[in-house]
């Protein structure tokens, strides 16, 4: 591998943590209702299509109409979107300072997030100002895990992958970067992130 001079972040779940369980927990009863929600009715899936940018108004609507029994449920996913987000993971945060701090990487975060709430997570966390530059899915319309997401923050930021690491939880997205060449960490925990960056002499 070349010499790393640049960092790239992803946001939800490795520096900001985002659950929708945060929210369906204060309206559900029990934890298997809210597993049954989550996989059945507001899913991964219908989520990954505001992420590429379809508008909230178009996907509530869709599945209050398929899901009429649900509809208060639903309409708190966005109605609520807020109570989704418990606040920052501090570990990883602190971790991203004292990169940055260094001086010695570029860094930049690469977010599969709706263009309709991104500007509040902008407005409510501070480190996010700390980026070069932040490549939102919901604005380009398209997302991790698809190559040409990737060639987007490659060419508007002048990215040599070969001379980057990308930090990601979620699995589907470390094969995507791996895909087209971008060394990944598959984030799990603060600490595990920090021996992995001592590894590559990052920290």
């Not at 899901?67 to 602190?94: C, K, L, M, N």
């Not at 992995?196 to 990052?202: D, F, G, M, R, V």
Request: proline share 4%; net charge negative.
């Amino acid at each position: 591998m070349s010499s790393i001079n640049t960092v790239i972040f992803d946001l939800g779940g490795v520096l900001i943590d985002w659950n929708p369980r945060h929210l369906y927990r204060k309206i559900f009863n029990t934890e298997e209702e809210v597993t049954w929600f989550l996989e059945n009715v507001c899913t991964g899936e219908w989520n990954d299509q505001q992420d590429a940018g379809r508008s909230f108004e178009d996907a509530t609507e869709e599945l209050v109409q398929k899901f009429p029994d649900h509809e208060e449920a639903i309409r708190a996913w966005y109605g609520r979107w807020q109570e989704t987000i418990s606040g920052p993971i501090h570990g990883t945060v602190d971790l991203l300072k004292t990169i940055k701090d260094s001086g010695e990487y570029k860094l930049y975060a690469l977010t599969n997030w709706s263009a309709e709430t991104f500007p509040w997570a902008l407005d409510n966390f501070e480190f996010l100002h700390w980026f070069e530059g932040i490549v939102v899915s919901g604005v380009e319309k398209t997302r991790k895990p698809f190559p040409d997401f990737y060639q987007i923050l490659f060419d508007r930021y002048n990215i040599n992958p070969a001379q980057a690491v990308f930090i990601d939880d979620n699995v589907k997205n470390v094969i995507g970067s791996r895909e087209v060449g971008l060394p990944v960490i598959h984030f799990q925990t603060p600490n595990q992130l920090k021996e992995e960056l001592i590894k590559l002499n990052i920290l």
